[in-house]
């Protein structure tokens, strides 16, 4: 059982260039998210989905895009990359009817450098 | 906004020496907490979680945490630290109104020296 799986782990990209994250589960989780880790702030969510074919904006969804066609995959688009979209970004999922008794599970994360 | 909140940034702590790291959140109504863990280089893990019930919640390694709804308050402790609990650790809660995303704080970065 993979879990929660993120490709790439590391991406260097010039400041304009666009590259997709792609986040996999396998756990038939109805919800999954994007978050992005910077140094003192935390993780903040980018954006999110209650299922198949919905998405919805975060508290930072600036300068990315995403989609779900698939049950168990969830995109994450930058368009034109920006250094200050350096970061490190962590997918999530979790069931519908059981996030609040036990919370997300996390993939291994994607560093981000934007030059 | 509902918000959680760490005010310990960073700790330095020797081996055995006792934890708390304090969390507290805005009030809103009924919150679930949760306590992550992320050790170096590696994705987050759940380390333990209220949802209802008895407020002193014990999790992995040894670790607990109370609830203290008078205080908004879900503090992690441990006992005895030791070397290999050097790593960041995140307050996250689902609060009312905010629908079912984790909200997390900044995080409180633990060095446990030898």
């Known amino acids: 059982n993979a879990g929660v799986t993120q490709t790439p782990k590391f991406r260097v990209l010039k400041t304009g260039q666009s590259m997709t994250l792609l986040c996999a589960q396998d756990?038939?989780?109805?919800?999954m998210y994007w978050y992005r880790q910077d140094p003192g702030m935390g993780l903040r969510l980018i954006h999110y989905?209650?299922?198949?074919?919905?998405?919805a904006k975060g508290e930072v969804p600036d300068g990315y895009n995403v989609s779900r066609l698939k049950k168990q995959n969830f995109l994450l688009g930058l368009e034109s990359a920006a250094p200050s979209q350096t970061s490190v970004y962590f997918c999530a999922s979790s069931y519908s009817n059981r996030v609040r008794v036990d919370g997300y599970t996390f993939g291994s994360g994607t560093r981000l450098t934007v030059v | 906004a509902q918000s959680v909140s760490q005010h310990n940034h960073h700790v330095i702590l020797s081996e055995a020496a006792s934890l708390e790291l304090g969390c507290n959140y805005s009030y809103g109504g009924t919150v679930n907490l949760f306590w992550y863990v992320q050790y170096p280089g590696q994705h987050l893990q759940l380390l333990l979680k209220y949802f209802s019930g008895d407020p002193l919640v014990k999790g992995i390694k040894g670790f607990e945490a109370e609830f203290i709804k008078s205080k908004f308050s879900f503090n992690l402790r441990k006992p005895s630290v030791q070397w290999s609990d050097t790593a960041e650790y995140f307050c996250a809660g689902i609060l009312t109104g905010g629908g079912n995303k984790l909200t997390f704080g900044t995080g409180t970065q633990l060095k446990v020296e030898l």
């Open positions: 989905s209650v299922g198949e074919g919905t998405t």
């Open positions: 756990m038939n989780h109805e919800y």
